[in-house]
């Protein structure tokens, strides 16, 4: 729908949309006009999952009407019809496919709502694969965010709109957030619940194929409780469950584990099943950016639209995604689990399948000597310089190589890592290697097999051999795409260090090539997405700069609503200097225990202060407990931490949450002399770092503690930087971009926690920068001072140099008495 502007109407929008959200909108639109690739920009707080959720699926409908015109009779001449010149070639194409396709199912005589009835009862098998082509040709947008919060919370803001209804939606999540069999779920760990699930559907079809043996009439009949998942056994169920989930509308991850419980059924698998007939797929990023995790899935992405959301660090998430690691007790528990297995089986194994099982031990004997230091003195020659190591025992227990000069040194190049690849997938090896190791437990009595190598930490035989497997199939990648880390076995004044052997991918663009490839259009939408040519040169340098559609918008919020203060100086006049080499200063955090026990006393609600890392917080918390400043604190507001296990979060988050509505509620004169509200001590990258909605009282203050860098020794952040400075002809003439790259890291962590404040209109809230490094002053800078990179609606009113804290104290207390007085 245009308006006479020549601007669009979203008549979807649920309520009257911003001047900056009608323009997202618009752009969004043109976008998925264009196709191609897209970077679209809108601060955290501005609405943005709503904008995206009314544009993208107008233009859906839009699309879908122009369909329907085109097949009908004659009513597809008007304006902006298909047939116009201003229409996409891949529309016409596909309105063309879609009306042949429909002519051949009105010769069938077979009714859509028949051909999906029979789909989900398996009676036929033709009318199934019919519908099954045509649902693959239907117009599909798939919306993808990096965790399962942020897919909920866009779940939520899509049941507000009229789409809720139009649209078919499904959500897909892993199976450790949807498996509601109590004896997989209690396994725990993610990789263990992956392969008992997968067990279970492994012996579901080896009983199916014994009973399918069976003579007629034999009388022989095996229960079908002792087969496969009870959760997966009645196929009426599963129909049921995917006839509720279409009628209920739009559904999270949560809403899926709970009707599948209700219902008995398995919510995982039949969540899966319903891909085909989605118009809308809601996904993390594993799921989509994974080409095995898309085939596993059946995801098509031929033509149609890819939204991936919070896409600030897609570049890295998306490489880390292959990389693969083993450590040294797993490449032990695979050695002597296949070692016994030959032994027991080797003259009745074929030479094939000697030969691939010898093989399998040759390599793993020659990664562990790798590993273990024996007898490969020629392999410290090609040891990487990685910069400031911590110490000379790291630098000769750590070291980089790449894949050729490791397959030669190691003196496997000649061994065809496809192939075995192959054998293990298609003999099955890992699972009768470990049925085997199992069974021999069982006889010797040797509880979880320890004697030989398997241990908890690493996990089952089965997840030994899927991280050799891992590690194989990254062996097969270009030379240049990665490294190889080898992290020997060492003992520290504290503990043994186990050795282990990592790929680390270092290019994305082939992987993101794949995904743009596919799709009619793929659009990254974020926060902070700037700087957009680092992102482009890491995921796409094919694309020209003036091909890429960039927009940005600033806030909703009025400028008087923030109140960001870089914070130079502490209440005894000391300088703050959170550098590595000086923030483990006892007096550096005596200095930041006093800013806050001054904070507490002007700032109303809640304050969230951002550490580091958990290392840090944690040595800051015992210093101020044990010099009484955590008692100060506590008297005004009370302290919570962020756990390190994420799924305690929720639980501290509503606690705290809690305290402040609480406390706000009460009268304010009672709270002068006792609590005012809480202060939520979290981490940089850590869960309440990104996704979480601190709006309102929960985020009245956000304070950043220094510069949340990322270790100058990390091998792997190094390797990174070396491959951004001289990995790509594009960036060869461009000087420092390595350390532009680390800077960047380091700032959008930064921007992405003090977004976590500011989540509407009529929200406000102080930002403190606690460092020097963050005053105007940049000459001591080498490169890019760190103020530059702040979000321009927080950069433009920011205040970069106050003399001393008491001017620090009267902005604050400024700035709230003058938001008391407007909200009240």
Not at 291 to 307: D, H, Q, Y
Not at 688 to 700: A, F, P
Request: glycine share 8%; hydrophobic share 35%.
């Amino acid at each position: 729908m245009e308006a006479k502007d020549g601007t669009r109407k979203f008549p979807g929008f649920p309520f009257k949309p911003y001047s900056i959200q009608i323009d997202f909108m618009n752009s969004l639109y043109q976008s998925l006009n264009q196709g191609g690739v897209s970077m679209l920009e809108s601060p955290t707080g501005t609405g943005k999952t709503m904008s995206v959720i009314c544009s993208a699926l107008q233009w859906v409908i839009d699309r879908r009407l122009l369909e329907e015109v085109a097949c009908g009779d004659g009513r597809g001449n008007g304006d902006g019809g298909v047939g116009s010149d201003d229409e996409p070639d891949w529309m016409r194409d596909f309105v063309v496919n879609k009306e042949e396709n429909k002519k051949e199912e009105k010769s069938g005589g077979v009714s859509k709502r028949k051909a999906v009835k029979s789909s989900f009862s398996s009676s036929s098998e033709d009318e199934s694969g019919e519908e099954e082509e045509e649902e693959d040709k239907k117009l599909k947008v798939y919306f993808s965010s990096r965790t399962h919060s942020q897919l909920s919370q866009f779940v939520k803001e899509l049941r507000k709109t009229v789409f809720a209804d139009e649209m078919n939606v499904v959500s897909l999540g892993s199976r450790k957030n949807l498996c509601i069999n109590e004896e997989v779920v209690t396994l725990g760990n993610s990789t263990r619940i992956n392969e008992r699930c997968l067990e279970l559907q492994k012996k579901k079809k080896n009983e199916a194929t014994k009973v399918k043996n069976l003579k007629i009439g034999s009388g022989v009949r095996r229960t079908k409780a002792s087969t496969g998942c009870p959760m997966l056994r009645k196929h009426k169920v599963q129909q049921e469950f995917r006839n509720e989930v279409t009628q209920q509308g739009p559904l999270d991850i949560e809403d899926l584990a709970n009707l599948g419980r209700t219902m008995g059924t398995c919510p995982y698998y039949g969540s899966r099943s319903m891909v085909r007939r989605a118009d809308l797929v809601v996904l993390p990023y594993q799921s989509l950016l994974s080409k095995s995790s898309r085939e596993a899935l059946g995801l098509n992405l031929k033509s149609n639209i890819i939204i991936i959301d919070e896409a600030h660090n897609l570049a890295d998430s998306l490489i880390n995604m292959y990389d693969s690691t083993i450590t040294v007790s797993q490449l032990e528990t695979v050695h002597c689990h296949v070692e016994r297995y030959f032994l027991r089986f080797r003259n009745l194994l074929g030479p094939a399948n000697r030969r691939y099982i010898q093989t399998l031990m040759f390599l793993t004997q020659a990664f562990l000597r790798v590993l273990l230091d024996e007898k490969d003195g020629n392999l410290i020659e090609f040891c990487r310089d990685i910069g400031r190591a911590s110490d000379v025992e790291s630098r000769a227990s750590d070291f980089t190589m790449a894949i050729n000069d490791f397959l030669f040194e190691l003196n496997i190049d000649n061994i065809n890592l496809v192939k075995l690849l192959k054998y293990i997938k298609d003999s099955n090896i890992m699972h009768k290697v470990s049925g085997y190791g199992k069974m021999l437990a069982t006889l010797e009595k040797i509880p979880a097999l320890h004697k030989i190598g398997e241990h908890d930490e690493e996990g089952s035989c089965v997840s030994a051999f899927q991280a050799l497997a891992g590690i194989l199939l990254s062996l097969t990648n270009k030379d240049g795409d990665g490294r190889i880390i080898i992290s020997r076995s060492r003992s520290t004044s504290l503990r043994k260090q186990g050795g282990y052997m990592k790929y680390v991918m270092l290019s994305g663009e082939k992987i993101f090539s794949e995904i743009v490839g596919e799709a009619h259009a793929v659009v990254l939408v974020g926060g902070t997405l700037q700087p957009i040519e680092e992102t482009r040169e890491r995921l796409f340098p094919w694309l020209p700069s003036n091909q890429l559609h960039f927009f940005s918008c600033g806030h909703i919020v009025p400028p008087d609503s923030i109140m960001p203060i870089s914070v130079l100086r502490g209440p005894t006049g000391r300088c703050f200097d959170f550098s590595f080499t000086s923030r483990s200063s006892p007096d550096m955090m005596r200095e930041l225990g006093l800013l806050l026990c001054n904070l507490v006393t002007v700032v109303p609600e809640g304050i969230v202060v951002f550490f580091p890392s958990f290392d840090y917080e944690n040595r800051v918390y015992e210093n101020w407990e044990s010099s009484g400043i955590l008692e100060r604190i506590s008297k005004r507001k009370r302290v919570f931490r962020e756990p390190r296990n994420n799924m305690d979060v929720e639980s501290v988050l509503k606690e705290y949450k809690d305290t402040i509505d609480t406390l706000s509620g009460m009268n304010s004169e009672v709270n002068q002399s006792s609590h005012s509200g809480a202060i939520l001590l979290a981490v940089v990258g850590a869960k309440l770092s990104e996704g979480i909605n601190l709006s309102d009282g929960m985020g009245r203050c956000i304070v950043m503690v220094g510069l949340p860098y990322a270790s100058p020794s990390d091998i792997e952040l190094l390797e990174r930087i070396k491959h951004i400075e001289g990995g790509f002809d594009i960036l060869r003439s461009c000087s420092h971009r390595g350390k532009e790259y680390y800077e960047n890291l380091c700032m959008k962590a930064v921007n992405q926690s003090i977004g976590r404040a500011i989540r509407h209109i009529n929200d406000y809230a102080a930002i403190l920068l606690v460092d020097t490094r963050y005053a105007s002053d940049s000459s001591k800078w080498s490169f890019a001072h760190p103020v530059t990179k702040l979000p321009q609606w927080i950069k433009g009113r920011l205040v970069s140099s106050t003399t001393n804290y008491g001017e620090v104290h009267r902005l604050l207390h400024q700035f709230f008495k003058l938001k008391k007085t407007c909200c009240h």
